[in-house]
């Protein structure tokens, strides 16, 4: 393509009166539904699947992840909403959203260390083990 090519197919301007960039918005908060439920599935496949989390503090049922991932997100999400609010500029956004990660962050390893620490203060009965015995032999 020659230069002058170049010149006619170079995409025209908004408007005269308007900037480029008023063209393109985006929010970056909130979050969409679509990404809540992205993040719920990624906390019940990180408390229920092979990670390091699990291996340290032990695997979370998944009956008991999925409500679990749940609480942890919403719980997250309005403490995010409750200090970032509305989030007048893109750099609010991005604040509420940094805070909204730490916060999901923080409730997922208190949850499982909570588990932990109740599973060590109440080891399962010797009862158990020994019928899983029998019932293998």
């Given amino acids: 393509m020659a230069t002058d090519e ?6 025209t301007s908004v408007g005269a009166d308007q900037p480029a960039a008023a ?17 719920v599935r990624r906390l019940v496949e990180t408390l229920t699947g092979d990670t390091i989390l699990c291996k340290r503090y032990g695997a979370v049922p998944e009956a008991d992840a999925d409500p679990a991932a749940r609480a942890i997100e919403a719980e997250a999400f309005d403490a995010a909403a409750a200090t970032g609010g509305a989030a007048a500029s893109v750099e609010e956004g991005i604040e509420a959203l940094q805070l909204y990660s730490k916060e999901v962050s923080s409730r997922l390893l208190a949850l499982v260390k ?13 009862e ?7 019932e293998a032999a």
């Fill in 114 to 126: 909570s588990r932990a620490a109740d599973a060590k203060a109440d080891p399962p009965s010797e």
């Fill in 6 to 11: 170049l010149a006619t197919a170079a995409p």
């Fill in 128 to 134: 158990a083990p020994a019928a899983a015995e029998g």
């Fill in 23 to 39: 063209a393109f918005s985006f929010s970056i908060w909130p979050p969409t539904q679509r990404t809540r439920d992205a993040v």
